[in-house]
């Protein structure tokens, strides 16, 4: 992550682009720590000059907020589907899938 950390600081006016897009790949499960790009777009915001500083924490916001509900949005939509791929199928187990069916309805009855 040290070269994403000079890619920002040296870009600073582009900050919260580099910021929000690494923000959405880490949503899709790539290796990028989200906390981590958080601390970087603080680190941005502290050294481009003060109008930037809302519009990068916007983009971090916007950023954290859009990339959660991408991923829970394909799995709500794509979820049953995505037992014809056969890499699915073998990566998640039945049983596995009923223990997660069982501790959701436990979930719903605490409610």
């Not at 990028?32 to 941005?44: F, N, T, W």
């Not at 916001?61 to 859009?66: I, L, N, V």
Request: aromatic letters at 14%; one cysteine or more; hydrophobic letters at 55%.
């Amino acid at each position: 992550m040290e070269w994403f950390l000079s890619i920002v600081t040296e870009n600073a006016a582009h900050a919260h682009w580099w910021v929000f897009g690494a923000l959405m790949l880490a949503g899709l499960n790539l290796p990028i720590s989200e906390e981590l790009v958080l601390l970087v777009g603080g680190v941005a915001a502290s050294s481009v000059e003060a109008t930037g500083t809302l519009k990068i924490y916007l983009f971090i916001f916007a950023g954290a907020y859009a990339s959660d509900w991408m991923v829970y949005f394909f799995g709500r939509l794509l979820g049953p589907r995505l037992w014809r791929i056969a890499w699915f199928r073998r990566t998640i187990k039945q049983h596995r899938l009923k223990q997660m069916e069982i501790g959701r309805a436990s979930c719903r009855e605490r409610v």
